[in-house]
């Protein structure tokens, strides 16, 4: 299980530099509320991105992004909106970006920015 842990941490590091690269500001990080979380909140212009990150040693059981169902994307609906309400702020578009990794032990992480999938 620490395994697990250390490589979604290592993964959503890694996205915030993806993020951060792709000219983005990264606002919040790891935000819970009783309904879930949100990996990443940054901002795109005037656009606030929730980023979903999913990281995977392998694509033996499919890729990372095919873990971000329809019900996922529902979730991060509504917590995006939670997310806003307890900041008391308003933004024109909301957009939900996943972040895909695939880190193969001893190679390299395969990066994929999938915008506005949801």
């Known amino acids: 299980m620490r395994a697990t842990i250390a490589l979604g941490r290592f993964g959503e590091d890694l996205a915030v530099d993806v993020v951060e690269r792709a000219g983005m500001t990264v606002v919040d ?3 819970r509320c009783s309904t879930g979380e ?3 909140v940054a901002r795109d212009g005037a656009v606030l991105v929730v980023c979903e990150v999913k990281t995977r040693r392998s694509t033996a059981f ?3 992004a095919e873990a971000v169902t329809p019900r996922k994307l529902r979730r991060l609906r509504e917590l995006s909106i939670r997310w806003l309400e307890e900041r008391q702020m308003h933004v024109p578009e909301i957009r939900i970006d996943v972040i895909a ?3 193969p032990r001893g190679c390299r992480p395969v990066v994929e920015h999938l915008r506005g999938v949801g």
């Open 38 to 40: 949100i990996d990443i």
């Open 29 to 31: 990080r790891n935000w």
């Open 62 to 64: 499919g890729a990372p």
């Open 101 to 103: 990794i695939v880190m």
